[in-house]
Every structure is written in structure tokens, then in C-alpha cells.
């Protein structure tokens, strides 16, 4: 079974703009993690937060968690064509990963 | 070069036959999976190992069998039972448990059924 779903779907930017998706969950979990795949290839690592951690950042990227709504953003700011990819979230628990449907991210030139 | 290697890239299996994907990473860690990838689903997990000789389900093994008689290697066989193999399979691997730690993936391996 699926434990995070994200939201949109799927997403469309123009180039400079930022991008925002959401991810919820179901079950209590160790951390969070977001994943980008570009497409047909494997998935890479972004960030993990852990829970309890509230907000945290990577250059362009800043991901928050509230564990009382089991709820957790991704953003990237002034977004660039190589951002697109799809992004997936991903909840752990013990030893396992759980991953979402994920959010396809389009940006325009 | 640290990595995870699946292979290979591309598979095509008749119906009725087991096919076997490897999956080989020389980063050291203890645990290694496999996650099945159909449009639109995310990765659901088949098989996990947290060590090697040992092994537990996924949430969809059903026609599917994997071995971890080495740290390095985890092959994924697909079976004859498997009745919609049809997929992108990835394979991960991370240090024991994923409370602190991140997944590192595959490029992965995409199954046709002919």
C-alpha cells in the first residue's frame, strides 16, 4: 500500500517561477524523504527531514513537515527546464520506504 | 565509482518464462530492495533485505522470488506466476534501516512481456 500521496499531479511552470507540490501521509514515520526522476531513469535523493524537524533547506530547495496534519511540501524556487522531472516523496518507517504516486513538474522555457 | 548496477536495461520474456534481474552495488550497505514502477502508481516494494541470508515480503510479491546470499547482490526473479510482469523494476540500496539515512537507486530495468 501507497502511504503518500502527492498533490497536484502534475504541474506546469514557466521558467523562473517557483514550484510547489504536497505530500500527505498516513502512518507515524522516522522521516521524509523527496525523490526527482527524470524520466525512464532511477530515482535520486534530494532531502530527508526528519520528524522532528519543521522545515529544512538545499539550494533551491526547501522541504516542510507537520507531523500533527502528516503533511509535507516540497519547493523549488526560480525553477530551470533541467527541473523537470517527476518527484515523489517518500515516508520511512523502520525499514522500509513508502513512496507516493509523485508530481510531474513541466518547465517552460 | 561508488554505485548501484542494474542490468540489464532492457528485458523481453514470453509468456511463461522466469526471467532473473541483477542487481550488484559495491557502496557497502547492508539493505537492498526492489520496487516495481507502472505508470501513474509510483514504486510499489516487492522484496527488502536488511541482511544478508535474509529477506522479507513487500507489499506485492506475489510471483516473485529474490536470494541475498551476497552482500553486494540482489537478483530479483520474476516467475511464470507473475501474471502482469510488465513494468520498470528499480533496485535500492541504503545503510541498515532508513531512520537517518537516504535510498540510493538503479537506473533500473524495464521488463517487456512478448
Known amino acids: 500500500s501507497q502511504q503518500g500521496e502527492e498533490d497536484p499531479q502534475a504541474l506546469s511552470i514557466q521558467e523562473g517561477e517557483n514550484a510547489t507540490m504536497n505530500c500527505s501521509y498516513k502512518?507515524?514515520?522516522?522521516?521524509l524523504q523527496w525523490y526527482r526522476q527524470n524520466s525512464g531513469r532511477g530515482l535520486v535523493h534530494l532531502i530527508l527531514?526528519?520528524?522532528?524537524?519543521r522545515e529544512k533547506h538545499s539550494g533551491r530547495l526547501r522541504v516542510t513537515l507537520d507531523t500533527s496534519k502528516k503533511s509535507s511540501s516540497l519547493l523549488i524556487t526560480a525553477s530551470r527546464a533541467a527541473d523537470t522531472a517527476s518527484y515523489f516523496c517518500?515516508?520511512?518507517?523502520?525499514?522500509?520506504?513508502?513512496f507516493g504516486a509523485g508530481t510531474t513538474v513541466t518547465v517552460r522555457a | 565509482d561508488g554505485g548501484i548496477t542494474q542490468s540489464p536495461k532492457y528485458l523481453f520474456r514470453k509468456e511463461g518464462q522466469n526471467v532473473t534481474l541483477s542487481c550488484e552495488q559495491n557502496?557497502?550497505?547492508?539493505?537492498m530492495y526492489w520496487y516495481r514502477q507502472d505508470p501513474g502508481q509510483g514504486l510499489r516494494l516487492i522484496y527488502y533485505?536488511?541482511?544478508?541470508?535474509?529477506?522479507q515480503k513487500g507489499d506485492i510479491a506475489e510471483g516473485y522470488s529474490v536470494s541475498r546470499e551476497k552482500k553486494e547482490s540482489f537478483p530479483l526473479t520474476v516467475t511464470s506466476a507473475q501474471k502482469n510482469p510488465t513494468a520498470f523494476y528499480l533496485c535500492?540500496?541504503?545503510?541498515?534501516?532508513?531512520?537517518?539515512?537516504?535510498?540510493?537507486f538503479g537506473q533500473g530495468t524495464r521488463l517487456t512481456v512478448v
Open positions: 557502496l557497502n550497505h547492508d539493505a
Open positions: 502512518t507515524s514515520i522516522n522521516n
Open positions: 535500492a540500496s541504503s545503510i541498515a534501516g532508513l531512520v537517518r539515512a537516504e535510498a540510493f
Open positions: 533485505s536488511q541482511i544478508v541470508n535474509d529477506f
Open positions: 527531514i526528519r520528524s522532528n524537524e
Open positions: 517518500a515516508t520511512s518507517n523502520d525499514y522500509k520506504l513508502s
